[in-house]
């Protein structure tokens, strides 16, 4: 037997002590140390001190025990095991027997010196020793218990069931955690000592204070579970959504997600404008799934997409033959598909003005009727509402209500276009290009030269054109990482270019021919720039110098950005 592990010898109840072929020792389990403690021995190096034998025969036949060597008072009976792989690694262990061990037991005034607290019951569960660091630890002198059976101890006093009767029960070394009155917690680790029969003759136990240690658990859990809320809260605005995730960088684009997540507690109507591609959809889906209603639907229509007729059918449904063509039993409408819910209006200021007065009334007065009913619903739906139109087209009451403008904007939120937010282009760009790349298998990478070109550029389709000029890139692709050339061709192909901040040129009024060419050179630079994105590229589109470009910047008669 090659005996090299530690943790099996620490769990042995018997004290072993194992040492080197000089006599040094390499290992001592609990028992053996308070056996050693008990004797006065406890600094002792080496095995010589204890084996007179050992030292002066080194014949593994001399050593093997049974035999008896004496430690302090008391010879106790041992056996020593011997391994050796090779003669310089030669190890010997020795086993104590306990029955030796516990014949020595009147060292009651030693006990109180040392600083864990020890018990010591006979094989009935009895208490025979208990020491005064245990009455330091729980305000009770357990001096006037010895005698007294635990059993009766752990009913009287309402305590849980102790490591010394868990030991005595599974007959092996048994820990248990015990909090007293005195707010002091022992963590008790009681090990069973036997005779030669196998009986148990002893449970000797020993606890240490670990209230500081479990406090620190307590603390480190409270930790944990805060963590994991903030975590919570953060994967309700990135993985609840899938796809649709909110990616943003931008101090503006934070804000709108603040008041969206807030918004999301109450059951206000929110207004979301902003213009085209900028994701008011996106903002209405985290209203909704941070609220109260996240376990109800969430019903989008996009107003602008319903022929005018069918309008009032389509939000409010229809009872049977209402009308030709009516479907027998009649239909829900757009409020019941959401009830409990949320029901997003796109382009809310696309729906005409008799409808605008329904809907207003359905949100005052919570209730409906279906086309060719006679009586109203209830409906408990939450009005999310969004237009790409400014707040000023809005309240000019030309073609959307202000009544109903009011109404629905109780929770106002505007989101800004991307060319006023460009701290969240290069996040956008990275999570399209990776999602791409996930959707089709490639691996494109995007030359950071073109950086500048993304971020200059004005996007007026905001983030769904980004999302699709980064799709267009990998199709182009024609190796793993795409840059100028790529970038151009995909302008290319778009059949006319989006204009500029300035409109496509065109004569309002007369002027002094040096004036309009100065703002045709404005117009013709910053366009270039912003397809380019560095001033060398725009004096090579625009066929000069770049000194040219220079010279009108630092003069002041040319801003690019």
Known sequence: MIIQKEDFLKELVNPVILVDREGKILFMNDPATLLLSIAGLQSIRSMADIDPLFGKQESPDILRGPRKISIGKIARRIRVFTDSIAEREKVYLYLFDTADVLKWMDFENFLDYIDVAVAITDHNGVLEQLNETLSKYIGVDVKEWVGLNLHDLVKEHALTDSASLKALRAKKPMQTNVTYGTGITLQWHSSPFFDHSGKIQKVISTGRDVTRIIQL???????????????????????????????????????????????????????????????????AKVIHQTGSRSAGPFIGVNCSAIPSELLESEFFGYEEGSFTGAKKGGRKGLFDEAEKGTLFLDEVSELPLGMQSKLLRVIQENEYMRVGANKTIATDVRIIASSNLSREQLLDGTNFRRDLFYRLSVIPIHIPPLRERRDDILPLIRFFLKSLNLKYGSKIRIDNSLIPRFYNYEWPGNVRELKNFIERLLVVANSEEVGDTEYDLVTQLEIKKSPGPDGDIAISRLMPLKQAIDKVEEILFKRAYQESGSIEKTAELLGINSSTIYRKIKKGQVQLK
């Open 217 to 283: 658990e307590s603390d480190l859990s409270s930790s944990e579970t805060l963590k994991d809320q903030y975590y919570k809260q953060l994967n309700t605005l990135e993985v609840l959504l899938g796809r649709d995730r909110i990616v943003y960088s931008s101090d503006q684009m934070k804000c709108v997600v603040q008041v969206a997540v807030k918004a999301g507690k109450f059951d206000s109507p929110v207004l979301i404008w902003g213009e085209s591609g900028v994701g008011k959809e996106i903002i």
